[in-house]
């Protein structure tokens, strides 16, 4: 089972979460046969949207879509407090050759012409939503700027995924520091260290568990508690029907008059569907009724 683990370190004034995603990643890969960049990209923005859904309360929800202008197409992952994420990508079969580095070119897949939006559905009347600007496409990069110009929290989001040989996930996991209200520039600094001393996240991820990295990173005396992780997809026929209903009337009819009935495949998790036409009448009803 994946997990994070959260807390509190140098007087609380600088908060943690730490996280082992390899099952989710994994999974979105047996779901979608991503290309090794693609696993990378979407991996990424698995874990930061594990890591911000645990962020929240009280059953809420979060959707975090990324658009760069690459050929990676849209990046889009829904988690809630709970701690149960999934996601996509629309062009699961896209690839970049390799960096001077060696290292998978997600930022070049993912691009920077475009956003990082997330909207928050915290369980009241109006969801809250930001976007800020993509910076580099490298999906950590991108999390750190949005949290400061979006959410005025100043953090250091690191993001790594580990693609085998046979482009199954050996290792995926990332973290999220942030800075409390109190904190002072010694508090700075040591977020400043953090972020250069470790900059390789696969290499950490693929050496240590999530409560050992606090403990590199915070000292032995650090307190935490720990928080599951799974990819989950709440997708079924009826949620289907519903979708349905919220397009054009002539639309439904004509797929109940000429194809009676239609296949649905889901996104998130590639599950398909058969609507027939007693379902596909639910959804007119449906429709008829809003």
């Known amino acids: 089972m994946d997990y994070l683990v959260r807390g509190l370190a140098r007087n609380g004034k600088v908060g943690f979460f730490i996280a082992n995603t390899k099952e989710i990643v994994n999974q979105a890969y047996e779901f979608h046969r991503t290309t090794p960049t693609a696993s990378a990209a979407l991996g990424r923005l698995l874990t930061a949207g594990a890591i911000m859904g645990r962020m929240l309360k009280n059953d809420a929800?979060?959707?975090?879509?990324?658009?760069?202008?690459?050929?990676?197409?849209?990046?889009?992952v829904d988690a809630n407090s709970n701690g149960e994420v999934r996601g996509f990508v629309s062009n699961?079969?896209?690839?970049?050759?390799?960096?001077?580095?060696?290292?998978?070119?997600?930022?070049?897949?993912v691009g920077t012409n475009g956003f990082i939006s997330?909207?928050?559905?915290?369980?009241?009347?109006?969801?809250?939503s930001s976007q800020s600007q993509l910076q580099t496409g490298e999906i950590g990069d991108d999390l750190s700027y949005y949290f400061l110009v979006s959410e005025q929290i100043p953090s250091i989001v690191g993001l790594g995924v580990l693609v085998d040989v046979d482009y199954s996930i050996k290792a995926s996991g990332g973290f999220i520091i942030q800075l409390h209200p109190g904190h002072d520039e010694d508090d700075v600094k040591y977020l400043e260290d953090l972020a250069s001393k470790y900059t390789s996240v696969t290499d950490l991820m693929d050496k240590y568990k999530p409560e050992e990295i606090a403990k590199l990173m915070f000292g032995d005396d650090v307190t935490f508690t720990k928080q599951d992780l799974k990819f989950h997809?709440?997708?079924?026929?009826?949620?289907?029907?519903?979708?349905l209903s919220t397009i054009a009337t002539s639309d439904i009819k004509e797929m109940i008059e000429e194809d009676h009935?239609?296949?649905?495949?889901c996104q998130f998790c590639s599950k398909e569907y058969h609507l027939d036409e007693s379902d596909l009448y639910k959804s007119l009803e449906l429709r008829n009724n809003k």
């Open 233 to 243: 997809c709440p997708c079924s026929k009826e949620r289907f029907i519903h979708a």
């Open 92 to 109: 699961p079969e896209a690839t970049l050759p390799l960096k001077e580095n060696g290292k998978l070119d997600v930022g070049g897949a």
């Open 61 to 76: 929800k979060i959707t975090i879509r990324i658009n760069g202008g690459g050929s990676l197409g849209t990046l889009m």
């Open 118 to 128: 997330v909207i928050k559905d915290l369980g009241i009347k109006e969801n809250f």
């Open 261 to 265: 009935g239609c296949d649905i495949v």
